[in-house]
Nanobody, 126 residues
Framework: QLQLVESGGGLVQAGGSLRLSCAASGRTFSSRAMGWFRQAPGKEREFVAA???????SYADSVKGRFTISRENAKNTVYLQMNSLKPEDTAVYYCAADKSVHSISVPVSAPDYGYWGQGTQVTVSS
């Protein structure tokens, strides 16, 4: 079992930066891919970025070149560095952990994830 707690959200002006953190409890963190998703009002939850247990990453096209996902297994923490933020990045951001350990590929779909945080609000003003 994993419990995930996000932090770092807030209000920022367009062009600014934020870093989200997700702290995980449990002993299987390093064996699982970790992902970030977001959900804007009236929209479906969408994939943002993922970091596999082996070190591979994947990003949504809308955030490539602006967002960077990283992880520190020693701290059971995954991060999302968000630069050059745009108003359309406004959403609740969720951290998620792969429902399987040692997945071969980088999971990019919500059904691949079995553990979710409570979400943290990111608001980008224009």
């Amino acid at each position: 079992q994993l419990q995930l707690v996000e932090s770092g959200g807030g209000l920022v002006q367009a062009g600014g930066s934020l870093r989200l953190s997700c702290a995980a409890s449990g002993r299987t963190f390093s064996s699982r891919a970790m992902g970030w998703f977001r959900q804007a009002p009236g929209k479906e939850r969408e994939f943002v970025a993922a970091f596999s247990w082996k070190g591979a990453t994947s990003y949504a096209d809308s955030v490539k070149g602006r967002f960077t996902i990283s992880r520190e297994n020693a701290k059971n923490t995954v991060y999302l560095q968000m630069n050059s933020l745009k108003p359309e990045d406004t959403a609740v951001y969720y951290c998620a952990a792969d429902k399987s350990v040692h997945s071969i590929s980088v999971p990019v779909s919500a059904p691949d994830y079995g553990y979710w945080g409570q979400g943290t609000q990111v608001t980008v003003s224009s």
